[in-house]
């Protein structure tokens, strides 16, 4: 393990939270950078483009899909639902987009003054380069679908310029982490799942090993960042939080999909919101996360009411 000659000796202190002791900062940052050389991939080269995509095979395993096991599901043909499934990939691939160019602006900024030749800031900007191919991924993966890309609505496409601006360095790596988990959660269902598209098990493959990185580096930082931290910018994560809580899970599924397929938005929209099944789905692929942020104290006051709304945790 090399330790940059510059690295002040506070980032190198002893820290502990409620998980325990925190790992040093170079030394986690080394082993992923390590990871980095060992398990990157250039999708462009890594997935077949070209192949024809197979006749009743899913874009999105059916139960991930919002309106499975719903009245409205129930009465849809089977090539209904697999045109669902298509423009909700497409729509879920669009919101990875939005969330990886806010990550890349966050990572950016968190480095601005850190020592450029650390380990921490060489990983970062090896993340940023592996968003900016996922990013590019999931744009080609839309068009090669053939459904449209579905950008999230202008306010909160506004609101989350807002909120990226105004965000601690502690609500930044919750934001990353909000984004990336839930979806890595699904996506691990997806990349094994025998039924799916092999271009979109492909795509769910990469993204999945080189996100189990991003995460591990986000919630060490988002542990050392809350152990520092003063009362009022913990308090201040804490709501940001909530709030980007709430404008991913209204944000997830963009409603024009169903539109998009010949379905009544605004009935489609009341069967997801009514669906217990599909509270259970958004509530089991944020678990991990809200366990996580409960334990070193992200979850609570204002902040927790808000991600109770926003319907990723329970009551």
């Known amino acids: 393990m090399t330790t940059a000659p510059d690295i002040a000796p506070e980032e190198r202190e002893v820290l502990r939270d409620a998980l325990g002791l925190l790992k040093d900062r170079e030394q986690v940052a080394e082993r992923l950078l390590e990871s980095s050389r060992k398990h990157s991939f250039d999708p462009d080269t890594e997935l077949d483009w070209d192949a024809p995509f197979e006749d009743g095979k899913w874009f999105w395993p059916p139960e991930l899909v919002s309106l499975y096991d719903t009245p409205l599901w129930k009465r849809m043909s089977q090539e209904q639902r697999f045109d669902l499934a298509r423009h909700e990939a497409a729509s879920l691939a669009s919101l990875g987009i939005w969330f990886e160019v806010i990550l890349m602006q966050l990572l950016v900024r968190h480095i ?34 053939g459904a449209p890309a579905y950008p999230v609505s202008r306010l909160h496409h506004n609101l989350a310029r807002v909120l990226k601006t105004v965000s601690t360095t502690p609500g930044s790596f919750t934001a990353t982490l909000l984004g990336e988990e839930i979806l890595d959660w699904m996506q691990r269902l997806t990349f094994p799942d025998e039924r799916v598209q092999p271009l979109v ?3 769910t493959r990469i993204h999945v090993i080189e996100e189990a990185r991003h995460v591990r580096y986000a919630r060490e930082e988002l542990r050392r960042q809350m152990v520092k931290c003063p009362r009022w910018e913990a308090e201040l994560t804490r709501i940001s939080s909530g709030e980007a809580a709430r404008v991913f899970s209204i944000s997830f599924v963009n409603p024009q999909v169903y539109e998009d397929i010949g379905l009544d938005k605004r009935d489609a929209m009341a069967q997801v919101k009514a669906s217990g099944h599909r509270r259970e789905v958004m ?19 204002v902040g927790r009411k808000l991600w109770v709304s926003s319907g990723l945790l329970p009551k």
Do not use: W
């Open 112 to 145: 601005y003054d850190k020592p450029l030749t650390s380990n921490h800031v060489r990983y970062a900007l090896t993340e940023i380069a592996d968003e900016c191919r996922h990013s590019m991924m999931f744009a080609r993966m839309i068009k090669t679908g």
């Open 201 to 203: 098990r492909g795509v």
């Open 283 to 301: 509530q089991s692929g944020a678990r991990r996360l809200t366990d996580f942020l409960d334990e070193i104290g992200v979850l609570r006051g």
